[in-house]
């Protein structure tokens, strides 16, 4: 090996979870402990970063809706670049770095730099916020399978389609901008009106809060309650379980009762 090569760093890609610092995995508070630099984003579990990583730099590089912090192109120039100089970054991101975290694009940008890299898997908001709020994606009898999607970008009319036609649970990260669109698309392609919806804001955070409605009525609702990214849209007959704190056995009950299920 090189002399070169040896002074290298390296990087160790995070998933942080939905926000709450005790949804970090065991193994990523051990890379926090040992970094000497932590790249975090707006979404990763940050209040206590300098408990977390206490020899490390902390730099935010998150991005805020409509306004880039850092461009993707110089979050990961600054990680190699560090790397390049020695230093052990963590790339901080929020839930899973490869569930629309666009964590792919920086593992490669760390092997054209010939950095070795490392990626802990993170508990993601599309499964973790909706459970927060009491919704399971899959329910025996209800729905055995659900879809992820990107609303981050209006959907075009074949994935509207092919999503109407699965017939499992819809989870759209990214999505409130573009509930209208995504909502009468799906109606449009033979999804009931009264199909219910949930939209759970600032899952696992202070905050937390879910608006739940049904496909015809669920862009008046979000209007009304103004409701704002963060939030994961859920969208299912599962959505019939959600709770929003009411964790009493009675209520438990009744929401159970709302479904047609064997056994419930
Ligand atoms: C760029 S995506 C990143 C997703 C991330 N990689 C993951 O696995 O959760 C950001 C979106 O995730 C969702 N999200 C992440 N954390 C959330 C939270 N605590 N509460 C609600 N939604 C959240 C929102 O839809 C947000 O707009």
Request: charged share 20%; aromatic share 2%.
């Amino acid at each position: 090996m090189s002399a070169r090569v040896e002074s290298r760093g390296r990087v160790t890609l995070i998933g942080g979870g939905p926000g709450a610092e005790d949804l970090l995995t065991l193994r990523a508070v051990r890379a926090l402990a040992a970094a000497d630099v932590v790249l975090y984003d707006r979404l990763a579990p940050h209040a206590t970063l300098h408990e977390l990583a206490p020899g490390a730099e902390l730099i935010d590089v998150g991005k805020r809706p409509g306004h880039h912090a850092f461009p993707q192109e110089e979050i990961e120039a600054l990680m190699v670049a560090r790397a390049e100089l020695g230093a052990h970054v963590v790339r901080l991101k929020g839930g899973d770095p490869y569930v629309l975290g666009r964590g792919g694009e920086e593992v490669l940008a760390c092997h054209r730099a010939g950095i070795p890299v490392e990626v802990v898997p993170g508990v993601t908001s599309a499964i973790a916020v909706p459970s927060a709020a009491g919704i399971p994606l899959t329910h025996r009898g209800v729905s055995h399978l659900f879809t992820v999607v990107s609303g981050h970008a209006p959907l075009d009319d074949d994935t509207l389609r092919h999503l109407a036609g699965l017939g499992g649970t819809i989870v759209v990260l990214m999505g409130v901008n573009t509930l209208p669109s995504i909502t009468a698309g799906l109606v449009r392609h033979g999804l009931a009106a009264d199909l219910p919806v949930a939209i759970v804001e600032r899952g696992f955070q202070p905050g937390q809060r879910t608006t739940i409605s049904d496909l015809g009525g669920v862009v008046v609702a979000a209007g009304r309650a103004r409701a704002a990214s963060p939030a994961v849209v859920v969208i299912g007959e599962v959505v019939r379980l959600a709770h929003d704190g009411d964790l009493t056995a009675q209520g438990l009950m009744d929401r159970a009762a709302r479904l047609a299920v064997p056994g419930s």
